[in-house]
């Protein structure tokens, strides 16, 4: 789209004639964004709004600072204002700001040697309208805009797909011109005609035979009104077919729901409320009941009064508990005997509100009730199996809340052993968390609750707090039913002497982890200094050389300052690839230990220092021991390099009678090997330390002109163990 397409002449100001320019302080107070352009297209004034929407950094001064409009303006605005700046009359148009995401109204008004640019916001405004549009458009339902005379002015592509052609070959054509299911219907038109006429909406059905059989249409035709005005009528189409099967499957369930309603193995009665005059309820009268209801009362009951016929529902809290279920809406759960056609059993009654009245459900449930005792039979018979077990054996059922969370546990069945232990004989009924509080802060609690709810078996150990001590049990919990089968195992002597183990092996590992960290502590600082002291100042210096050369004007001494900006790179290069090595020694695996070795001796020789290193005829080591030599090695050639002072020096590894022998001489100044200084001796405890995790010999000696000495010796089968991963 051009610019052009974005403008459209505006009428003439109604007050040419008046003054042709406004006052610049109304201009300013203007909540539209107002600028001024001259005749070159520049920029003469501009109120914030527009300093805003423009990206402008501050307001243009006057004429006789003109600027130039900004670069960042779209092609289509850029020429909008060329053209309205030569125009004798007024631009309008409505463009996309992309650099700020604005859409603006354009309207301009030619003032002699200017022009006024009039732009206000109507983002808001685009974007709804651009939803509206989408939501049209992927509508499923036909969506059209009629003008009065008939013709269509939109359609989406729900309507497009049901006339077989694009949605833009439709516009403008009338409703016998588009293959449309309403298009031989001469009552459509007509209800299209009324709401123009009338400005009230309208419906219209309507069937249509088609290749897949009858299609049923419902269309709703709203009016666009406008100061009193129908501009248009908006048609929304639906497909109505697929509900009648829906009426068809209502009413399959209706016949499936009494089906089970006359079948159910409940008496069901559908009850409405009797209200007096003040409108108490005063009895209830049967609406509905089914089969199994009639049989319980053994007779028809359909429009008998309760308390009439079943006066004994009054006494039994039945009434009552029905009443209180239509007025409050809460639950009835009731269970009780009485006798039903000459014998007594037991039932259970249940009541929810339903409008005015309540839906009654009667189970039998003198088979579960029977059951019930035959269980408390079997229960006295278990709790004489359980006394005779030495372990505190338990039955516990959930407590659950009305939401059916469980809170708590309460005991149904102890043994002899329980008691003894929680030291009381009445536990039977009681709750635990009441009786023994602890259980919910040590854990006993969650694992019970973690057993019911997914039905699996736990065992766990875990110390239980008494009153003057504390106790180590072996818990073991097995679900049953909505409850839970509980044994207790005083295991406090076991624990006893697995603390005892377990206090002399978490001394050792402390120790072995305390070696660990003071070589890793001596490693990290040694690569911090390396950092610190060589590359980091050798970056240093290379920025402050390319500091200096944006200040050079002089060729060659500005190619100067970039030779040697380039050595100190290659120097800070080369120490990186120095200090990768000695943190991952690659030429270790590729090579092998007496290559890596080599590498050693020539990476830590200088002008100052010869150091020598002897490594043949090695066997076959262990990745993880040879990495741990390496490291021994790589600590001794250091250690000569920073501090022995030393000129010659030799570093050897040879294969003696099942040991590996490590030394380390030079000719440097000697020391006290009783009394290192702190910093220098942190290379060699570590040293000592990874001797130590290798079941080595470590021996030093150093003595005045004649240097100093460092033998290690490590079996050839030792485990590296931590000793290889530092």
Known sequence: MTAADHIQPSPPSPDASG?????????????????????????????????????????????AQAEALPAHLPEAVRLALHQAANATEPVSGEFLLSYCQRWVEMSTQPTGPQVLVYWQDVTRLVQQRQQYQAMADLSPNAVARWSPGLRLQYANAA?????????????????????LPTSSDGAYSAKLQRVFATGKPEEYNHSLATPNGEQRFHSRLVPEVHAGQVLAVLAITHNITALQPEETELRARKDLLEAIFNRSTLALH???????????????????????????????????RMLVDWPYAKEMGLFDGIVRAVETGQLLDLENSFDA???????????????????????NITVRKQSEQAMRESK???????????????VLKSVRDEAGNLVDFEWVLTNEASHR???????????????????????????????????????????????????????????????LVVTWHDITARKQATADLLRLQLAQQQQLANAVLDAQEVERRRIAESLHNGLGQLLYAAQLQLDQMLTLTNADAFASAHR???????????????????????????????????EICRDYSSPSLHLTCLADNLPPLPPGLALALYRMAQELANNIMKHAHATEATLSLASRAGWLELQARDNGRSF???????????????????????NGQFRISSSPGNGTMVNILIPQAANPGYASFY
């Open 270 to 304: 559908l009850l409405r409320s009797v209200r007096d005059e003040a409108g108490h309820i005063v009895d209830f009268e049967v609406v509905l009941a089914n089969g199994l209801a009639d049989e319980l009362a053994g007779r028809p009951i359909l429009g008998r």
């Open 159 to 179: 309507l497009g797909a049901a006339a077989g052609q694009p949605p833009g070959a439709l516009l403008g054509k009338a409703l016998t011109e588009i293959n």
């Open 564 to 598: 040697k900006t380039v050595e100190l790179l290659k120097t800070a290069i080369s120490q990186t690839r120095t200090l990768s090595h000695e943190l991952i020694p690659t030429i270790l695996e590729d090579f092998g230990l007496a290559v890596a070795l080599r």
């Open 341 to 363: 056609n000459g014998a007594t059993g037991w039932f259970r009654w249940t009541a929810v509100q339903l409008g005015d009245g309540a839906v009654v459900a009667i189970e």
């Open 672 to 694: 006290d090997t009783t009394q290192v200084p702190t910093r220098e001796g942190m290379g060699l405890k570590a040293l000592r330390d990874r001797v130590k995790l290798l």
């Open 421 to 483: 232990l929680l030291q009381r004989h009445t536990m039977v009924g009681h709750r635990l968390l009441i009786e023994e509080p602890n259980m919910a802060p040590c854990g006993v609690f969650a694992h019970f609750c973690q057993v019911v709810e997914q039905q699996q078996p736990l065992d766990f150990e875990l110390p239980y707090p008494e009153p003057h001590s504390q106790t180590w049990y072996h818990v073991a919990a097995a679900p049953f039913g909505d409850g």
């Open 19 to 63: 003054p042709t320019v406004l006052p610049q302080q109304v201009l300013l107070g203007m909540p539209l964004a107002v600028f001024a352009l001259n005749r070159k297209v520049q920029l003469t004034f501009a109120n914030p709004q527009a300093v805003n929407l423009l990206g402008l950094a501050h307001a243009p001064l006057g004429p």
């Open 380 to 394: 006295d018979l278990l709790q004489a199996i359980f006394n005779a077990t030495l372990d505190s054996l338990e």
